[in-house]
Nanobody, 122 residues
Framework: QVQLVESGGGLVQPGGSLRLSCAAS????????MSWYRQAPGKERELVAD????????NYADSVKGRFTISRDNAKNTVYLQMNSLKPEDTAVYFC???????????????WGQGTQVTVSS
């Protein structure tokens, strides 16, 4: 059974930090590119950051560059999102996603987690 379980969300003051984790099971994690998405109330889900299967390359939304860092530990089947200098506009439900890609970046399989709430407020 495939599972992606996010954790680490919560309430934090502006300027604070949180570290999200996404624990994967039921598939060969090291073969999958991983992403973090977020969805704020009334808004579409948007890409926050992604990382290749080997962890050799990362990509960030402009709104989080320099503040967020995505990383992964293939031995622990876990992907992380370190979030620093948090702003109220970072408030959203954060989801992790796993993608099995071909060499031409066609998605063969895709899995989503259930999400974890991040609220940035004083």
């Amino acid at each position: 059974q495939v599972q992606l379980v996010e954790s680490g969300g919560g309430l934090v003051q502006p300027g604070g930090s949180l570290r999200l984790s996404c624990a994967a099971s039921g598939f060969t994690f090291r073969n999958y590119a991983m992403s973090w998405y977020r969805q704020a109330p009334g808004k579409e889900r948007e890409l926050v950051a992604d990382i290749t299967s080997a962890g050799s390359s990362t990509n960030y939304a402009d709104s989080v560059k320099g503040r967020f860092t995505i990383s992964r530990d293939n031995a622990k089947n876990t992907v992380y999102l370190q979030m620093n200098s948090l702003k109220p506009e970072d408030t959203a439900v954060y989801f992790c996603r796993a993608d099995l890609l071909t060499s031409t970046h066609v998605v063969v399989k895709r899995y989503w987690g259930q999400g974890t709430q991040v609220t940035v407020s004083s």
